[in-house]
């Protein structure tokens, strides 16, 4: 049980998991004989973001939200060792929520949606309107992620039924925010059940998906915000193909107008 795994953290690695008021100040540092690292080293190192290092700087965006009752944390699988970190550090429960990307059928790599817990579906209308995707494939693909999605529901949480999140506060935690589809399914199926607020913790963010996410939840907070470039390099793979794909699918249509 992920709650549990928070509690044992807390009691049992206080050393390898940030507190509120510890270790929130910077536990490193670069002395004055030291070379002052160069850009590119920098950069280099925020695209390899270390998840405690992560919650460390999340955490201290947060600390208004520590040792509240009303605070609960929700990761997606991906994030969920910096989420395990930031709810020990708030003193939060941590549970899971899971979300599955639909792929384009004939291309695993290229996603055109996600399917949230709650049946909660997102579209990427550009992906299917370019691809001239028809609306009977993309529901087979639906039922068919759901079926995976009710499975994995089933032996993630053993029966137990997903935390009541009304009129609580929300910090959503995912491993980063690229085109935003996964974490955008997640705050869709939250928002259904009305908690008081919802806010976005991720490592790292794409600064333009930022700016489009931020009318749909309350309030983004992330470690490191970088170009859509750096962070499809940070990705890499599938993420980094469907960033790309959008991306020039949205230069395409403003070079039409």
């Not at 050393?15 to 002052?36: F, I, N």
């Not at 869709?188 to 700016?211: G, H, N, S, W």
């Amino acid at each position: 049980m992920i709650m549990a795994k928070a509690k044992e953290a807390r009691e049992s690695n206080q050393e390898a998991v940030p507190t509120v008021g510890d270790g929130l100040k910077g536990q490193t540092s670069v002395s004055s004989a030291e070379e002052k690292p160069s850009r590119r080293h920098q950069e280099e190192q925020s695209l390899r973001i270390d998840p405690i290092e992560a919650a460390s700087r999340l955490v201290a965006q947060l600390t208004d939200h520590a040792d509240r009752t009303d605070v609960l944390v929700l990761t997606l699988r991906r994030g969920v060792q910096v989420a395990l970190a930031v709810a020990s550090a708030l003193r939060a429960p941590l549970d899971l929520i899971l979300v599955r990307k639909l792929c384009v059928p004939w291309d695993d790599d290229l996603a055109m949606g996600a399917l949230a817990t709650g049946g909660v579906r997102v579209l990427y209308e550009d992906v299917i309107n370019d691809l001239h995707i028809p609306e009977e494939v993309i529901d087979s693909v639906t039922e068919r992620e759901l079926r995976k999605l009710k499975r994995r529901e089933r032996a993630y949480r053993g029966g137990r039924p997903a935390p009541d999140v009304s009129d609580h506060t929300v910090i959503l935690v995912n491993d980063g925010l690229t085109n935003g589809s996964t974490t955008r399914a997640a705050a869709m199926a939250l928002r259904r059940q009305q908690p008081k607020e919802i806010i976005v913790a991720v490592p790292f963010a794409d600064t333009r998906t930022c700016d489009e996410f931020r009318e749909e939840v309350d309030r983004i907070v992330s470690a490191t915000t970088m170009e859509s470039s750096a962070v499809s390099e940070r990705l890499g793979g599938p993420a980094r193909r469907t960033l790309q794909f959008m991306r020039a699918l949205r230069r395409l249509r403003k070079g039409s107008h």
